[in-house]
């Protein structure tokens, strides 16, 4: 049932394979098993990939369901566990991930030596309560009634451009002039434009020639001399290959909220990561 419902939801073996952490073959014999036993053809293959058939739409909402039924269990009996040991998921921003967890995970290790800390670097928001991740570095607070957050800070960001690009283009003397600058962008455009727009900064999508959905890849190309980028204060600062321009300007301020799900917050190991977080990003 659970390879049922990883391939219906990511539309192919291969991809769901990759969820499960099987092998395609298995996942494949997993799939025809089930439908041999049901005596139903669950998935048609469409081009590359797999579309349900009317039987498995109509059995896909049950199955849900059950994962869902099953995750809360497993958060449940992982809420009740008094070790400290085992599998604890961290997910943040691949910016968070490089340049801030893996002193956490330092400090963790030295704490609790029987715990195993996965980071999961990713710019998406990663779903806690199907535990794809057990504790999450977010910039906006989730309101789900079954999570638990805390503020951690309210951090800042200024302008940064490599020292190359500087001496080659100048330096804007105010917002204004940024609308002169090429940009680098990460995450969605469209988002960043809209947010700059409202903090006074003129800037169009046409000033975003160089793009990564990657944040350390994109800031490598600001570091390469591309262009200008909002950054993290905390993680831009201490890279001498750039330098703050506009530093009259207000910085821009963000929120750093931790979350985790309320089933396993009682949990000693996760209150322990939890914990050990918040005094890292705090400091």
């Known amino acids: 049932m659970r390879a049922f419902l990883a391939t219906a939801e990511h539309g192919s073996l291969s991809a769901a394979a990759r969820h499960l952490g099987l092998t395609q073959p298995t996942l494949g014999r997993q799939i025809s098993a089930l439908e041999a036993e049901l005596n139903l053809l669950l998935f048609e293959r469409v081009g590359r990939g797999l579309e349900l058939t009317q039987a498995g739409r109509e059995m896909l909402g049950h199955v849900r369901q059950m994962g869902d039924a099953a995750d809360r269990v497993a958060l449940s009996a992982m809420g009740q566990s008094l070790s400290i040991e085992g599998d604890v998921r961290i997910t943040a921003s691949d910016i968070l991930s490089a340049s801030v967890l893996p002193t956490v995970v330092k400090r ?8 195993r ?3 999961v670097a990713a710019n998406d928001i990663r779903d806690l309560t199907r535990r794809e991740a057990d504790v999450a570095i977010r910039h906006v607070r ?18 940064y451009a490599a020292r190359s690009y500087i001496q080659e283009h100048g ?8 609308i002169n600058h090429a940009f680098v962008g990460f995450g969605d455009i469209a988002e960043t434009v809209s947010y700059l ?9 046409k000033n975003f020639r160089s793009l990564s959905r990657n944040g ?9 001399g591309l262009g200008v980028c909002p950054m993290y ?14 530093p009259q300007v207000a910085p821009i301020t ?3 909220w931790l979350t985790t799900h309320r089933e396993i917050h009682t949990s000693p190991k996760i209150r322990l990561v939890f914990d050990t977080l918040a005094e890292a990003l705090a400091a």
Do not use: Y
């Open 171 to 178: 330096a804007p003397r105010s917002k204004a002039e940024l």
């Open 233 to 246: 204060a905390d993680f831009a600062d201490n890279d001498p290959r750039v330098i703050r321009i506009l």
């Open 117 to 119: 800390v996965d980071v």
């Open 108 to 115: 963790l290790r030295n704490r609790a030596p029987g715990l």
């Open 142 to 159: 989730s309101e789900q009634p079954d999570l638990v957050t805390r503020l951690v800070k309210q951090a800042d960001a200024h302008f």
């Open 197 to 205: 727009n409202n903090i006074d900064v003129p800037v169009t999508d």
């Open 254 to 256: 963000f929120p750093v």
């Open 216 to 224: 350390l890849v994109a800031w490598e190309m600001v570091c390469a």
